[in-house]
Nanobody, 125 residues
């Protein structure tokens, strides 16, 4: 599967943004989807994940409240809504897909077999 993230850009602190990630292929509904981000000079950070059919969502404590993941299996798309953007949210945001539904926990990058190129979000103060 190929993933293409979009929706990033330059925004001001306090703004909201919705990122999209479109997947190719016909098995999108069979993938666990996740978002990660990587700020300059920092390690890749788990933002959240959404399961397949049940669409349960998982977030680390640091992301709860301002970040919301959703998916539209009919459109092969997963979304990341970010509200109340802060300068520290500046990062490249990546979507990832897990088609094996096993392995490391959702928050570990090694769980995911497919990655998009990422979309840059820059938040000015």
């Amino acid at each position: 599967v190929q993933l293409q993230a979009s929706g990033g850009g330059l925004v001001q602190a306090g703004d909201s943004l919705r990122l999209s990630c479109v997947a190719s292929g016909r098995r999108f509904g069979g993938y666990v989807m996740a978002w990660f981000r990587q700020a300059p000079g920092k390690e890749r950070e788990f933002v959240g994940a959404i399961t397949r059919t049940e669409q349960n969502t998982y977030y680390p404590d640091s992301m709860k409240g301002r970040f919301t993941i959703s998916r539209d299996n009919g459109k092969n798309t997963v979304y990341l809504q970010i509200n109340g953007l802060k300068p520290e949210d500046t990062a490249v945001y990546y979507c990832a897909a897990d088609g094996l539904y096993s392995g490391p926990r959702f928050s570990h990058p090694d769980r995911y077999q497919y990655w998009g190129r990422g979309t840059l979000v820059t938040v000015s103060s």
